[in-house]
């Protein structure tokens, strides 16, 4: 079956530019994720939705950084006035409860990066 | 969330067993040990995980040591696709387990 997906596979943009990430769940999954992953480190974890809403955002770095999963499906990661050190991959998965035994299926993720 | 200490990196033969360690010292009796791998250029994907008793699926194995502050990876016979970062994770069962927190993890090296 479909796994996660998320678009665009890669994004170029300009310092202080606005961008969105999309990401698709594995359809049925209640759960959904976003971590984000510089180079030669682990993925770093953003924030966690359990349906349409955000349920630990304590990951996100700043107020330039919003998500939203507004009919529980699809997620968008939106960063505003982009700066280079927001260069990274960014990582959708999605789970089918959250909980702490659940697997987590992750996508290919998103290179971002801003010039 | 709890601590995991792995090798940089680690190195095989292909078709021979990999034992990849983890340390968890601070583990907690509900703290549940995860495996998750990342192939190059994909995102992380999962392996195994377990919390007391020794696991098997079709991918590896995992050793846990009797007092929960060790456990092993093992892959009984590594291949070239297995050349990966492993990491290794403690997840709790209360809020806030559902995020995943990964360290650098072991970088396996496969070789011909």
């Known amino acids: 079956g479909a796994g996660v997906s998320q678009t665009p596979s890669n994004k170029v943009t300009e310092k202080g530019k606005y961008v969105e990430l999309r990401c698709d769940p594995i359809?049925?999954?209640?759960?959904l994720y976003w971590y984000r992953q510089s180079l030669g480190q682990g993925p770093e974890f953003l924030i966690y939705f359990q349906g349409t809403g955000a349920a630990d955002d304590s990951g996100l770095p700043n107020d330039r950084f919003f998500a939203v999963r507004p009919e529980g499906s699809v997620s968008t990661l939106k960063i505003q006035r982009t700066e280079r050190g927001d260069s990274a991959v960014y990582l959708c998965a999605s789970s089918w409860t959250g909980t702490g035994t659940d697997t987590q299926y992750f996508g290919p993720g998103t290179r971002l990066t801003v010039l | 969330d709890a601590k995991t200490t792995q090798p940089n990196s680690m190195e095989s033969n292909e078709e021979e067993p990999v034992h990849l360690p983890c340390n968890h010292s601070t583990i907690s009796g509900t703290d549940y040990i995860h495996w998750y791998r990342q192939l190059p250029s994909q995102g992380p994907e999962y392996v195994i995980h377990g919390l007391t008793s020794n696991v098997n699926n079709r991918m590896a194995s995992l050793a846990i040591a009797e007092d929960r502050k060790s456990s092993t990876l093992i892959l009984h016979r590594a291949t070239l696709r297995d050349a990966a970062v492993y990491y290794c994770?403690?997840?709790?069962?209360?809020?806030?387990?559902?995020?995943?927190?990964f360290g650098k993890g072991t970088k396996l090296t496969v070789n011909p």
């Open positions: 359809s049925g999954h209640t759960a």
């Open positions: 994770i403690l997840r709790g069962m209360g809020g806030g387990s559902e995020k995943l927190v």
